[in-house]
């Protein structure tokens, strides 16, 4: 008797116990599951802290970082609050000279500060006009390290951008000369496009100013610009004309600003698809011939999209003294054709010069322009001027369906062969006239590119009486 009451004491007391723990783990249990999840999100935050290579085992070390939910406390508060202000440099040399850009993260210009450059840790130039370009001339030819001066509000780069100074001209197009490119939007138009009319002083009562055929199968064409707005180009494909060069841009003649034409896309788009043949045009104040290569390199910029039948011309005139680069003399005006001329057929394209009789013959050097093609103003039925020419613009005050106003016409005694296309990349077209017929003859013919020596004495300029071969 005595075990089994000891047996059956012990086995109370087993019961009791269990009944107790029992009670507890129910009061707790709340406790209980929390502390599962929180193993289970630890077990989680250690799988997470092995995929990303955390370094240390505390996965929470953030919460003592007095930094991380104080952003003012950071050395340049957020990537946000400077967004638009991490400045870089663009860098240009044509020769023995250097142009900088001051551009931000998104490639855009940055201007009204007075940013400062340093170069190979001596010299320092500062964009006083704040237009967020700095040139810097008449340097020694070999490598610079150029670093930007710290400037408030703004990150400027950590280490030097490296650049190679030119002795002499490379007549190629330079790159990113589009953030060099305004609007007129961007400028004051009023100040900085006049273009003139140069020929209109040399003009005389014998002027035609209808549309004409010429000799020797001359094909009849327009020049246009902002000055003609708004074009009905099918209405002038039907009106007989069968060539037009349209104005790209000007260079401003007071800043020196580069300016797109603002009907140039319009124009060029419309010609296109009337299937008029166009050229382009642009209107210099250029003042050397680094600044030529930049509107050569403007030019080729913008007609990458386009196919272009008829040559890319560089317009020489005066601006009555307003313009920069009225006073250039005649070495250096020729120098500024002759640039920009190279640039563009070293880029795959037919280059020429525009430019009026008085120009040619007091302005302009032409023996170092015979190998690009002449286009020759002269308002009168039959020109004076002595020299060969390609193509002879005979008045401004033409009419023609779809153009409201006066328009240039022209006379082109080139032919465009069918194959050409814009750039030269799929195979370059000629420039030449028919076979045994007079009038001016082309610099750019077949046997001249070839190397065939030809006589001068008999290139002579294309006589028109007046009347004669008029369409209307």
């Known amino acids: 008797m005595g075990s089994n009451v000891k047996r059956m004491a012990i086995l109370m007391v ?17 406790s209980l599951r929390k502390k599962g999840e929180a193993e289970v999100m630890a077990e989680q935050d250690a799988a997470e802290t092995e995929q990303t290579q955390q370094i240390g085992e505390n996965t929470r ?16 508060s957020s990537i946000e609050k400077f967004e638009g202000k991490m400045l870089s440099l663009l860098m240009t040399s044509v020769q023995r000279d250097l142009r900088i850009q001051i551009v931000d993260n998104t490639g855009a210009p940055v201007t009204g500060e007075t940013f400062c450059v340093i170069l190979n840790k001596g010299d320092e130039y500062t964009d006083e006009d704040q237009d967020g370009i700095i040139h810097i001339e008449h340097l020694r030819a070999g490598d610079y390290a150029v670093e930007l001066k710290e400037i408030a509000g703004y990150i400027v780069p950590d280490a030097p951008a490296q650049i190679t100074v030119k002795q002499n ?26 273009e003139v009319n140069g020929a209109q002083d040399d003009a005389d009562t014998t002027e035609i100013t209808r549309m004409q055929e010429g000799k020797n199968n001359a094909k009849f064409g327009i020049d246009v610009s902002k000055w003609n707005k708004e074009i009905d180009w099918d209405r002038v494909k039907q009106a007989g004309v069968e060539f037009a060069i349209i104005r790209l841009g000007y260079r401003g003649a007071t800043t020196g600003a580069l300016v797109e034409d603002p009907y140039f896309e319009k124009n060029m788009k419309g010609a296109a698809s009337a299937g008029i043949p166009v050229g382009v045009y642009f209107f210099t104040q250029a003042v050397d011939a680094v600044e030529a290569v930049e509107e050569a390199s403007m030019v080729i910029t913008l007609c990458k999209d386009y196919k272009l039948d008829y040559p890319v011309f560089i317009d020489t005139e005066g601006l009555g003294g307003n313009g920069r680069a009225d006073g250039l003399d005649i070495e250096a005006r020729t120098g500024v054709c002759d640039a920009f001329c190279k640039t ?29 093609i002449i286009w020759l103003a002269e308002y009168r039925d039959s020109p004076l001027y002595q020299g060969y020419y390609h193509m002879w613009q005979y008045t401004s005050g033409g009419k023609v369906d779809g153009i409201e106003g006066n328009v240039d016409f022209n006379l082109s005694y080139l032919r465009i062969e069918d194959t050409q296309t814009a750039g030269g990349t799929e195979g370059e077209g000629t420039y030449i ?7 001016a003859e082309a610099a750019g013919t077949e046997d001249e590119e070839a190397g065939t020596e030809s006589d001068d004495s008999s290139r002579n300029e294309a006589e028109l009486p007046a009347g004669e071969n008029d369409r209307n």
Do not use: H, Q
């Open 61 to 76: 070390a953030f919460l003592t970082d007095e930094t991380f939910f104080d952003p003012d406390k950071l050395p340049y």
């Open 14 to 30: 087993i019961v009791m116990i269990a009944a107790v723990a029992g009670i507890v783990l129910y009061d707790n249990r709340d």
């Open 169 to 194: 001209v490379e007549y190629v197009v330079i790159d990113d000369i589009s953030l060099l490119i305004y609007t007129e939007d961007e400028i004051n138009a009023e100040l900085e496009d006049l």
């Open 433 to 439: 006239l028919p076979e045994g017929e007079g009038g």
């Open 344 to 372: 563009i057929e070293g880029a795959g394209y037919r280059a020429g010069v525009y430019s009026s009789r008085n120009w040619y013959n007091g302005m302009l050097d032409v023996s170092v322009l015979n190998d690009y």
